[in-house]
Nanobody, 122 residues
């Protein structure tokens, strides 16, 4: 599975962005997907994850209620809708895939895409 994230940019606090992660390969629909982020000088952290079917999701406490992960298996794409953005959401966002259930641990994801940068100004 090859992944490519897009949709990042500069937004004011309180604004919204939608990230997309396009996957290549026939096995996308059998993989759980996750979004992670990494701010300068910090470790990569979990943001959200979704099962292969889309019937279950998980969120970090810091984004719960503001971000929504979804997927369209017909388009081989997973999305991250980010609302009510805060300056502390500033980071490079990565999408990742794993062949079993969802996880909030980066080390459990085998496939990673290049990140897309999100900057939230105050």
């Amino acid at each position: 599975v090859q992944l490519q994230a897009s949709g990042g940019g500069l937004v004011q606090a309180g604004g919204s962005l939608r990230l997309s992660c396009a996957a290549s390969g026939r096995s996308f629909s059998t993989h759980a997907m996750g979004w992670f982020r990494q701010a300068p000088g910090k470790e990569r952290e979990f943001v959200a994850a979704i099962t292969y079917s889309g019937d279950s999701t998980d969120y970090a406490d810091s984004v719960n209620g503001r971000f929504t992960i979804s997927r369209d298996n017909a388009k081989n794409t997973v999305y991250l809708q980010m609302n009510s953005l805060k300056p502390e959401d500033t980071a490079v966002y990565y999408c990742a895939a794993r062949s079993t259930g969802i996880s909030n641990r980066p080390v459990r994801y085998l496939y990673w895409g290049r990140g897309t940068e999100v900057t939230v100004s105050s």
